[in-house]
């Protein structure tokens, strides 16, 4: 996943029309849309200060068109637990469940009263579950940001245990910490999620300064996701259901060599490809490149061993072992931007910049009413933007179809956006997923 700090610069306010609260409050007794394959969208914690929330996933469609919504993100504590705080850099609860929701941003149109113990994105992800019957919620622990705790936390047997138990107490039994105010409480957010979604970032090096790396990390990340599954199976028989256990993991092989891809895998449900961020705003200079290509591109001047795709990195995980039903393969719903590019041979691919367009990163639903002309290259399936100067990499909804049919054609279980509130207030990046899974779509 990508760190919160650099995705709020680039967000914009998401408008659109709200639905009148009579046919929202009605939606529940309608029936579930049969849906193909998985269909797994983050919605960032941080979105509503840009004016996405919950209700936007009603309005724009996109709430009917998934099946999974990863609330990003919860914080792993140094003492190795699930916790809520409102600190900066720390943790939301405020935005998580103690924000009063108003009528006119609340899925049903119900504003919440002062009483109730369950507020904020928590309660409006609740609201949206009974308005779409097909939908579940899992909380995503970690992110770039939050991953600094893991190791510890995935250490020993003892910590393992206590970690795993903390973050079923807190985010599936409910039991919210009330911290000064009346919201929260014992069972609060029960109903909220429906499981757990891993976002260690990563699991032997590789992720943010200063974060704790250990040698070991990936054969605990094994026995953690292991322990994940046992007190998660250990919750649902009591409850009669079955909890989802996915993770994100890697792209880059060095990262992904780090982990027992193939015994991690049985453990959970799915694992949500990040076939994303090949290149980006960490090479300010260029050479401008493509940010999630589907194919690999034999003209691509990066040093040998970095020309990834999207294709190369799922024949990569199949050959250590992980079965293509249990792979979700993940798309960008923003883009990386250079400046200062020449137009070269190829209209801005693959040329030098003086630096990065705009703070180099910006949502789909900006780039789209960019100047310039949108190329798209038949051999990586890959699209990009450019002016004369400016060169935004990114993936347009016909790309995002081909992955799609992509996932559905090799036997993969589902695609993953990120994130959902960088479509613009149409839900078009959605729905052009969901016309790639479908078995009966044409062009």
Same mark, same amino acid.
């Given at each position: ?139 995503? $622990? &970690?992110?770039? =940001?939050?991953?600094? +705790?893991?190791?510890? /936390? %995935? ?5 393992? !245990? ?72 250990? $919750? &649902?028989?009591? =409850?009669?259901?079955? +909890?989802?256990?996915? /993770? %994100? ?5 060095? !990262? ?72 979700? $393969? &993940? ?113």
């Amino acid at each position: 996943m990508r760190r919160p700090a650099a995705l709020l610069a680039a967000l914009a306010v998401v408008s659109g029309t709200l639905l009148a609260a009579g046919p929202a409050a009605q939606a529940h007794d309608r029936p579930a849309p049969r849906l193909e394959g998985q269909r797994v969208g983050y919605f960032t914690q941080w979105g509503i200060y840009s004016g996405f929330s919950a209700k936007n996933l009603d309005t724009s469609g996109q709430a009917d068109k998934l099946t999974v919504l990863n609330y990003a993100f919860g914080n792993v504590s140094a003492d190795g637990t699930c916790f809520e705080a409102n600190a900066a850099g720390v943790g939301d609860a405020w935005a998580d469940y103690q924000r009063p929701v108003g009528a006119d941003e609340s899925v049903d149109g119900v504003a919440d009263t002062a009483d109730q113990p369950l507020k904020g994105s928590f309660n409006q992800l609740r609201k949206l579950k009974a308005a779409h019957p097909q939908l579940k919620a899992m909380i995503s $622990l &970690g992110g770039w =940001s939050w991953s600094k +705790y893991f190791s510890d /936390a %995935a250490l020993t047997d003892a910590s393992r !245990k206590k970690f795993v138990s903390s973050c079923i107490d807190l985010y599936l039994k409910g039991n919210l910490p009330q911290l000064g105010s009346i919201e929260g409480g014992q069972g609060s957010g029960a109903g909220v999620f429906d499981g757990i979604d891993i976002d260690w970032e990563y699991p032997g090096g590789g992720g943010d300064a200063g974060n704790v790396v250990r040698p070991e990390d990936g054969h605990n990340y094994t026995l953690l996701m292991q322990e994940f599954r046992r007190q998660l199976n250990a $919750l &649902g028989a009591q =409850s009669h259901k079955h +909890y989802l256990l996915t /993770a %994100a993991v890697p792209a880059g092989t060095p !990262k992904a060599d780090q982990l027992e891809l193939k015994q991690v895998s049985r453990s959970m449900d799915w694992i949500n490809l990040m076939t994303y961020d090949f290149h980006g705003p960490w090479e300010a200079q260029g050479p401008t490149n493509h940010l999630a290509n589907l194919y690999s591109d034999p003209a691509d001047p990066s040093p040998a061993g970095l020309g990834y795709s999207v294709d190369q990195v799922v024949r990569y995980y199949r050959s250590r072992g992980v079965p293509a039903d249990r792979m979700v $393969l &993940g798309v960008p719903f923003y883009g990386y931007g250079w400046t200062g590019v020449p137009a070269g041979d190829h209209h801005g691919l693959y040329q030098p910049a003086t630096g990065l367009a705009a703070g180099g990163t910006a949502p789909y639903h900006q780039i789209k009413d960019l100047p310039g002309t949108v190329y798209r290259d038949p051999r990586t399936d890959a699209t990009w933007k450019y002016d004369g100067t400016d060169f935004w990499a990114y993936d347009t909804p016909a790309v995002l179809t081909d992955k799609a049919e992509y996932a559905r054609r090799h036997g993969l279980l589902g695609v993953m956006a990120w994130s959902l509130d960088n479509d613009d207030a149409q839900g078009t990046l959605v729905s052009a997923l969901d016309a790639g899974l479908d078995p009966h779509h044409r062009r």
